[in-house]
């Protein structure tokens, strides 16, 4: 996937909701790998992991 970005402006940011009972972590990636392990494990375990925010473009 080509996002006109450099490898050094590609980050995965990762936060913590600390305020929520649940303990929300977010993640956001330009890493197509972590992506796609994200949307199996989110896959494998519904109860516990959702993705909110699909990927506009389509893995190949």
Request: charged share 30%; proline share 7%; net charge neutral.
């Amino acid at each position: 996937m080509k996002t006109g970005l450099t490898k050094q402006e590609k980050t995965t940011d990762i936060w913590f909701d600390e305020k929520d009972p649940l303990t929300l972590i977010h993640i956001r990636t330009h890493n197509t790998a972590l992506k796609k392990r994200l949307a199996a494990y989110a896959g494998q375990h519904p109860e516990q992991c959702r993705q909110t925010d699909a990927d506009p473009e389509p893995a190949t």
